[in-house]
């Protein structure tokens, strides 16, 4: 079966750091293009970053560059998003996505529209 798993999730103060992880399971990365992506209540999802799997280029949102990073491990079986000077308008759940790359890893980080997603982890920032 194939599915992405997040973990890693919890609360943190503002100026704080977490990684979340996204692990693959009945398939491996190669060639994927891999999204985390947010959703805080009330509000749209909004893609946070992503990484192409084939040549390890990113795309950032404006909110997150220079906090967050996005990378990949050296078997192609898990993402991580390494967030730090986190703040509390960063709280929301977040997801990862993979799909093949069927467009530009901005427009695929942008529109959202991956085709394989988990199950979510949140992620709360107060104090």
């Known amino acids: 079966q194939v599915q992405l798993v997040e973990s890693g999730g919890g609360l943190v103060q503002p100026g704080g750091s977490l990684r979340l992880s996204c692990a693959a399971s009945?398939?491996?990365?190669?060639?994927?293009?891999i999204g985390w992506f947010r959703q805080a209540p009330g509000k749209e999802r909004e893609g946070v970053a992503c990484i192409s799997s084939e040549d390890g280029s990113t795309y950032y949102a404006d909110s997150v560059k220079g906090r967050f990073t996005i990378s990949e491990d050296n078997g192609k079986t898990t993402v991580y998003l390494q967030m730090n000077s986190l703040k509390p308008g960063d709280t929301a759940v977040y997801y990862c996505?993979?799909?093949?790359?069927?467009?530009?890893?901005?427009?695929?980080?942008?529109?959202?529209?991956?085709?394989?997603w988990g199950q979510g982890t949140l992620v709360t920032v107060s104090s």
């Open positions: 996505a993979a799909d093949i790359p069927f467009t530009t890893l901005q427009s695929m980080c942008v529109m959202g529209n991956l085709d394989i």
């Open positions: 009945g398939f491996t990365l190669d060639y994927y293009n």
